[in-house]
């Protein structure tokens, strides 16, 4: 070998060969990069100095240092280049094969059947379950057809990344869930370090770039993963022509910052312009529409005199017919007014019949329910008898049970006396207390039959008793059901005569309708000849209101071609200030070392942003700020003063 290698830990596999080589071989001095502190592992069984470091933080501070190096560069190159990039861009490739590089870093082995995995595709799978947005790309890469490998899958969904400008987002969701990625990477990989977050964080600046790749046509299952590091060494030429490549780079985005600016401007001058047509379109259609309406007012006048007379002709025959309807009316009320008299003396005799018979069935239902209530009472009285009789029974089989108890311990007393001769004496005074207890058990036992049998005799007794009340209560009943039945038959005689005098009445209150209805009809017609006058009230109105509308948008016409004069005025003080803007320049990041509003300095955590109005570098917290400036439609980062200035402009253009 010509010279040490810079490793990261590609360690053999278990089974088979080796896996290729991470890194082309390069002279050590090469290595020895300007300010970047690119560090390289010791072998084994090399000699180190007094402190020797862990060999994965040696890892990580190198990926990450290439991360570094790969993305500065892609960054440069690519806005030198000036254009997007294709897939054959090396830069680019580089930039993918580190990024694998880092990913694969720290990747727990995982058993299959036949061999053992080590892909990163796993965990780029998990960004679909945390961030929606991602499942597009998922799917896209499952149905890409000349993909085989999970490591292709995995290059593939890298690239469609960088396309969508949101890789950095996508990475931070995963680096935020430690608990997930720790099933796929060890404790000490890249991933689960404080060095994957500022890889994301550096990955940000890739958004200014634009990439078109074409991912179907390529063969990602088969490519080798090796650095070249000859891209990144540099000569004094190589630096000279670096920042001529800078100074052009900024010098172009000037150039397209105003061109942009102008494009901005006349597409605000074309919609002006399409804004005016529009107004003087409707103006013509809002002319003719008067016109139209003017002639429908001289219609609708023809009409209303026409009206006028019929309304006359109509007026004169409803009085008349009006005044004779009058007089029959009169005659019918007084005739109406007799018959009810008669009507009201039968229909109060009647109710005061029903009133008494009603009361009548009151009082008897009062009686049933009575004695439906002392039939409840009875009934509960037995149903705590046949309690008692419960538990009596339960206290009968428990005692029995002790007899038996007893008995069996009886026989084994009695089988243990044949065994013993000695303890003959204390088992006879034990079996004499056992009969004792028997004794008083079975007079108890007798007690309780005693008063099981006065439960019984009390509960029949009981039962006759109900037997008797009930068939009073049936007697009772069938009588009153007689009397019910006598007064309903007279109700229904009642209730015929009422119809009787219903009918009649309806049919007097028919003919009242058939007037009331007549009356109805040229009230109707009356009021409908007063609408018609209303609604010729309403088109006077409406024409007033035409005219007013008319003036009004002959006035705003006036008004919007005094706006014009003034928009041309405010593009004139536009290009003015577009001269002026002409000479701020694009300020580059080895320029500014400190932040230009807090003068706070600039570390890996206080990171440079560029004001795309003003060009100057600011701190994160002096540059928060998001408009939309006439380069870019899309809000673009702007600095606190650029803010300020650019809201009060705003805010003096607005009327």
């Known amino acids: 070998m010509g010279g040490d290698c810079l490793g990261l830990g590609g360690s053999r596999g278990r089974h088979g060969n080796a896996p290729p080589p991470l890194f082309r ?71 993918f094969v580190v990024m694998e590089h880092c990913l694969k870093h720290g990747l727990k082995v995982r058993k299959s059947f036949l061999s053992y995995n080590k892909t990163i595709w796993g965990p780029l799978e998990l960004v679909e379950k945390l961030y929606p947005e991602a499942e597009e790309i998922g799917a896209s890469v499952r149905d890409l057809p000349g993909l ?42 890249l991933m689960m370090e404080e060095e994957g977050a500022v890889i994301v964080g550096l990955l940000v600046g890739l958004n200014v770039i634009d990439a078109n790749l074409c991912v179907k046509g390529e063969d990602l299952d088969s490519q080798v993963g090796v650095i070249d590091f000859s891209m990144y060494l540099k000569n004094e030429e190589d630096i000279g022509n670096k920042e001529r490549n800078v100074q052009i780079a900024a010098i172009l985005d000037q150039k397209n910052y105003v061109e942009e600016l102008n494009r901005q401007l006349n597409s605000t001058v074309s919609s002006l312009h399409s804004r005016v047509d529009s107004l003087e379109k409707s103006n013509t259609k809002l002319i003719e529409e008067l016109a139209i309406a003017k002639n ?53 005799e009647a109710r005061r019949q029903l009133r008494d018979e009603s009361q009548l069935r009151q009082d008897v239902e009062n009686e049933l329910a009575v004695q439906v209530s002392m039939k409840h009472e009875i009934e509960l009285a037995m149903k705590l008898l046949e309690k008692d009789i419960h538990e009596k029974q339960d206290t009968l089989i428990g005692l029995r049970q002790q007899l038996e108890e ?7 007393m009695y089988q243990k006396l044949q065994g013993s001769e000695d303890d003959l004496k204390e088992k006879n005074e034990i079996i004499a207390r ?7 058990i079975t007079a108890a036992m007798r007690q309780l039959e005693q008063r099981l049998q006065q439960a019984e005799k009390a509960q029949m007794e009981a039962e006759d008793e109900d037997e008797k009340y009930l068939q009073e209560c049936l007697s009772k009943s069938d009588s009153l059901q007689k009397q019910i039945s006598q007064k309903e038959k007279q109700l229904v005689q009642l209730e015929t005569d009422l119809k009787i005098e219903k009918e009649w009445r309806q049919t007097l209150q028919e003919d009242l309708q058939k007037e009331k209805d007549a009356l109805s009809h040229l009230r109707n017609e009356t009021q409908q000849i007063i609408s018609l006058k209303k609604e010729f009230l309403n088109l006077q109105d409406e024409n007033q209101q035409l005219k007013k509308i008319y003036h009004e948008q002959e006035q705003a016409l006036q008004e919007l ?15 003015e200030a577009n001269k002026a803007l002409q000479g701020l320049v694009w300020l580059k990041d080895k320029e500014a070392t400190h932040c230009k509003l807090c003068e706070k300095e600039f570390s890996l955590s206080k990171r440079k942003h560029h004001c795309r109005n003003c060009g ?25 003063s650029c803010h300020a200035l650019l809201i009060q402009r705003c805010s003096s253009n607005l009327p």
């Open 25 to 95: 071989p390069v002279p050590a001095r090469v290595l020895r990069h300007s300010g970047r502190g690119l560090e390289v592992p010791r072998r084994p069984g090399a000699r180190t100095g007094p402190a020797t470091k862990d060999p994965t933080a040696v890892e990580r501070a190198n990926l990450l240092n290439m991360a570094k190096l790969s993305i500065k560069g892609l960054i440069e190159s690519a806005l030198s280049f000036g254009r997007t990039l294709d897939s054959d861009y090396p830069p680019l490739q580089q930039f």
């Open 148 to 189: 085989k490998t999970p490591l292709g899958r995995a290059r593939a969904w890298l690239r469609l990344a960088l396309m969508q400008k949101k890789m950095a987002d996508y990475l931070r969701c995963l680096i935020i869930q430690r608990d997930l990625l720790s099933e796929f990477y060890e404790y000490h990989a």
């Open 296 to 348: 429908n007012i001289i219609k609708l006048q023809e009409e209303n005199h026409q009206l006028r007379s019929e309304n006359k002709l109509i007026l004169m025959k409803t009085q008349q017919h009006l005044e004779v309807t009058k007089v029959d009316v009169e005659t019918e009320l007084q005739t109406y007014k007799h018959s009810r008299q008669g009507l009201d003396e039968m229909y109060n």
């Open 406 to 412: 007893v008995k069996a311990i009886n026989i084994e």
């Open 434 to 440: 056992l009969e004792e207890k028997t004794n008083k």
């Open 561 to 575: 071609g005094n706006k014009l004069s003034e928009s041309k005025l405010k593009i004139e003080d536009i290009k």
């Open 616 to 640: 100057e570098i600011f701190c994160n917290a002096c540059s928060d700020n998001e408009l939309p400036l006439p380069s870019s439609p899309k809000p673009v980062r702007v600095c606190d």
